[in-house]
Structure formats: C-alpha cells, structure tokens
C-alpha cells in the first residue's frame, strides 16, 4: 500500500513537468493545423512590430490604446503633420484586461500628455482570450504579468505560455518582422499604425441583432486604467471609430453603452452618433481605408485643438 501512494505522489510531482515537455514537443514537431490549444503565431495586427517599435518612443503627445479600431485608425503620420507626435498601442481583439497590462508597462516611458481610449459597443464582452495569446506570442508577458494570463482558465493560454517561456528561454525566435507574412496589402508604419490602402467597402449585409454580454472582469480593468491615467493627471478621451452604419445599428446595447461612457467623468466622442461615414471610406464594416483614416484624423485633431484648446509644441 505505501509502495502504491508512493508512486501516485511520484506520479503527481512529475505530471506537470510531463506535461510542459509534451506542450513544446508538441509545438515544435506538430504542424499548426494539429495544434488547436497551442497558439504561437503570429495572430495578426503586427503587434509584434508594433512592440519592437514602442521601443523607439518616449514622451509622445498622444497615446491610442485599444482594439484594432485603435491602430488601424489612427495614423501618426496625420498627427506629425500637425505637429503631434503619437504613438498606437492596440492591438488585435484588444480588451481592458490587455489594455491594462500594456498601459502598466509602458505608460511610464511614453509618459503621454493626453490618452485617446478607443472603445466599440462590445468592448467589455470579449474573454480576451486572442488578444492575450497575440500578446504571448509575441513574449510581451514577463514575470511581473504572468498571473494576468493565469486567470484567463483557458487552455490554449496556458499551452502558448508554456511554449512561449520555452522558445524565449532558448533565445526565442528573434525579432521577425511580419511585413513579410502579413496581407500584401497592409503595411506597418513607424509609431503602431497600419496602413490598408484604398479598397471600398461595397458589400450590402444585412446584420442580424449582436447581443452585448458584459463580462465584470473587463469593466473593472476599464476603470483601473482610467484611474491610473487620471491620478498621472493623464487627459483622457473615450472615442468611438465610426463603423459602417448598419454594422453599428445592429448592436443591441448601443445606447446603454453610450450612456456608460459618457457618465464616467471623461470627454466621450462617439463618431458613429451622427452624420454616418459613407461606405466608400470603409474597406470592411468594421474599419476605415486610408481615405477614411485621413478624414477620421482630421475631424479628430481639429477637435482637439478647436473644442479642447489643446496645444502639443
């Protein structure tokens, strides 16, 4: 009987340790279309670039964080041309959860006078569960983060964490630059931007009704950023991309979001509660071609200099 629950003890101590050489066994002989739970790829959005960039950076005048409304809307060079220097920290899917991590490991070097949060109507019903491997793959999660992924309870997390560590403990796969394996189309430009091009959005989609399930985690993340930026004496800006209008008619909640982001205390700009950018300024329902990028911009900073007096250089 000892000899019995030894070995179950024996048994317990080395599953783990099984377990996390099975994971990266599996990660480097398998191929992808077998490896469901194991997301090491690049998922998309060059967050990877992106990440190699921010390094280049400090002391920006304007901050956007948030989903890929966020880095494909907003492009830096429009703001140089004003004299603004920003830089674009979203990324693909991008929830609160993933907003507050980057913001706590960055905030402190861009050190940024005012933040643009960019938001959508679903914005808190995303697990965050894609965004969290994009960030993994691209070995943003460090020890001071590791227990953000923990609490995830996904497998496919836990299984990109474990090879994740493994291929950075190795010497990882070095800087891999995703011009070369992203859409020919898109290209990434210096300061989190990328640019899509001119292609129209010509499709006539009926959407049916998007329920809006609010996750609690992902509320709480939203206010802990906001009021980290607040006790900086960060300005902050809550603002909503337009989206091509049906799209955005479909959301249920849209107005009790619209009643949420406004009675946070922030300044609310919400591109989509008036006059709907046309359809050739779109190149999906859900994102603006560079045409749109440039008048989206434009409306943005003249707002901020006209309605908030804001002066950057």
């Given at each position: 009987m000892k000899r019995f629950i030894k070995s179950i003890l024996v048994f317990l101590l080395l599953l783990p340790l099984v377990y996390i050489l099975g994971v990266i066994v599996w990660g480097e002989v398998f191929p992808q279309f077998l490896k469901k739970n194991l997301s090491y790829k690049v998922i998309g959005g060059y967050t990877q670039s992106r990440?190699?960039?921010?390094?280049?950076?400090?002391?920006?005048?304007?901050?956007?964080?948030?989903?890929?409304?966020?880095?494909?809307?907003?492009?830096?060079?429009?703001?140089?041309?004003?004299?603004?220097?920003?830089?674009?920290?979203?990324?693909?899917?991008?929830?609160?959860?993933?907003?507050?991590?980057?913001?706590?490991?960055?905030?402190?070097?861009?050190?940024?006078?005012?933040?643009l949060y960019v938001v959508n109507p679903d914005i808190f019903c995303d697990p965050g569960i894609e965004s969290m491997v994009d960030l993994i793959s691209c070995n943003f999660v460090d020890r001071h983060h590791?227990?953000?992924?923990?609490?995830?309870?996904?497998?496919?997390?836990?299984?990109?964490?474990?090879?994740?560590?493994?291929?950075?403990?190795?010497?990882?796969?070095?800087?891999?630059?995703?011009?070369?394996?992203?859409?020919?189309?898109?290209k990434y430009i210096s300061g989190g931007?990328?640019?899509?091009?001119?292609?129209?959005?010509?499709?006539?989609?009926?959407?049916?009704?998007?329920?809006?399930?609010?996750?609690?985690?992902?509320?709480?993340?939203?206010?802990n950023i906001l009021m980290e930026l607040n006790k900086r004496k960060i300005k902050v800006i809550i603002i909503q991309p337009p989206l091509v209008r049906e799209y955005y008619s479909s959301f249920k909640m849209k107005e009790i979001m619209n009643r949420f982001f406004k009675k946070l205390g922030f300044r609310y700009m919400n591109f989509n509660a008036g006059l709907p950018f046309e359809h050739k300024y779109f190149y999906d329902y859900g994102h603006l071609n560079q045409s749109g990028v440039d008048l989206f911009n434009k409306m943005v900073i003249d707002s901020l200099e006209e309605e908030e007096g804001l002066v950057f250089r």
């Open positions: 990440l190699h960039d921010v390094k280049n950076f400090k002391n920006v005048d304007v901050l956007v964080i948030g989903p890929s409304g966020a880095y494909r809307g907003f492009d830096p060079r429009n703001f140089d041309a004003r004299n603004i220097k920003l830089f674009n920290l979203g990324s693909s899917s991008q929830t609160p959860i993933q907003t507050e991590l980057l913001v706590d490991k960055y905030i402190d070097q861009l050190n940024p006078k005012l933040v590791v227990t953000v992924p923990l609490k995830t309870y996904n497998i496919n997390v836990y299984n990109t964490l474990i090879y994740s560590t493994y291929k950075s403990l190795i010497g990882g796969d070095g800087y891999r630059d995703e011009v070369i394996t992203r859409d020919k189309e898109e931007f990328v640019e899509k091009g001119n292609n129209e959005f010509a499709e006539t989609t009926i959407f049916p009704p998007i329920p809006v399930s609010i996750q609690s985690d992902q509320t709480q993340a939203f206010k």
